[in-house]
């Protein structure tokens, strides 16, 4: 029996056929829809992940359940078991089918597992007696000849692979809502900043476009280190199959196509397998996923960034709910709390890719222990901050607000400024000396200045160039124009909808689905 046919490409979001709770009668069931809502404690004295229960989503939380975990484990050793099976060893069709018919876990069987845990101090060995305890035919041969991270590793491998499947179909969903925010606002001119300064003006529509292009390069690692994924398979102990190959008395045709055949059983190519490992898969592996998602992280982090500014500036503002309360001191206020979360979470995420680094560095010859407390948060956390904030800035994205007014007064009030360099080309086709015209533009525009911020007035520079001789025939008026100052930004736009954004949407076509309002 195949625990998972296939291979699928990374960028489907394909989520495999997963154990989870049916509350109406107690136990485990396979389903690939939403997970029901978590547990709760019995009591507020139990600490609850706010990542749970305020940001990650239903289906990423189900990817790295319990129930996910060792519903995983069951079908490994099923597809260890059938396995031995088919290559000849003496395992009968009616200990495969206990197995078959255990791979639900009940909350029987978590008791069970947590009794013998207690008792044996091992977890994985409390899974094996609890499988064993509901079907004891089997129990003899479960886990025939495998270590523990047969499972482990094996079963966070593909944790791994559907993680960042979802992932990549939520960074499409916030690429496409931004590209249609883009294309809306393609030719209206903003203010630009270099160092948080005016500077050349750009369009909302390119400003957004960047972001999202941003995020499309991200996309396309995720999708990269989703598609090189392989899996560990049946390695033995220190990675040698020495007890694979006793196993079949020294057959190691048969050690390899046992290999070949538990990738296949779950839905891995048998040519994308770690070729060479200790005790555990190479878990420099751990650090290139983190560092993937820790990279798309500081897009969304610079992302909201930029709009918390311009809301600072009251030119773009994220959705506001009718009800929503900005302070319990001062009811005015309109906080861009949905980006200050995304980059919370965004920051969380950043800052666990260099323990996987690290956990790297320090694994001692074919495995130390050590990884394993840090490694049991590390690998699920990034995944749900990142599944958090990946739905906030969707939200976010679908409902941006543009304060056009706003927008158009603030690049009025600049253009004096941004138009100096302009008129001092035309003054120089005109014939005018380009040093003496620099001097001149220069010493009008600090006297505005020291104007603006001395006394609060009005920007005169114009009025000051007005009167200028060496400006005389220049086309002052002309040169106030904002659309002018733009130069290919709204091209720009255009050939990222057609090249960029168009491709992400044919391949996500059927993941792209309007935002949802928060919980939270």
Known sequence: ?????????????????????NADDATMTNSSSDADTPPQPDDFRTYVSPLATRNASAEMQEIFSPARKFGSWRRLWLALAE????????????????????LDLTHEDFARARRHEERLRHDVMAHIHALGDAAPEARAILHLGATSQFVNCNAELLQLRDGLALLCAKTARVIDALADFAQTWRDLPCLGFTHFQPAQPTTVGKRAATWAYDLALCLDRLERTGAELRLRGVKGATGTQASFLELFEGDSQKVEELDRLVCRKLGFDPDKRYLLTGQTYPRVVDAFVLSELAATASVIHKMCNDIRLLSHRREIEEPFGASQVGSSAMPYKRNPMRCERATGLCRLVMTLAPGAWATEATQWLERTLDDSSFRRVALPEPFLAL???????????????????????????EMPFLASENLLMQAVKLGRDRQQAHEAIRRHSQDAATRIKNRGADNDLMDRLREEQLLEGVDLSGAMDPASYVGLAPNQVDAFLRDVAGPIRDRYREQLQPAEDLSV
């Open 1 to 21: 029996m195949a625990v998972h046919e296939g291979d699928p490409p990374p960028h489907t979001g394909y989520r495999p056929q997963t154990p989870r709770f």
């Open 83 to 102: 396995a031995q099976h088919e290559l000849g060893l003496p395992i009968s069709e009616e200990q495969l089918q206990a197995i078959r018919d255990r």
């Open 387 to 413: 599944d958090g904030a990946l739905d906030i800035v969707h939200n976010v994205a679908s409902g941006l607000i543009v304060n056009q007014e706003v927008v158009k007064r603030a690049l009025r009030e």
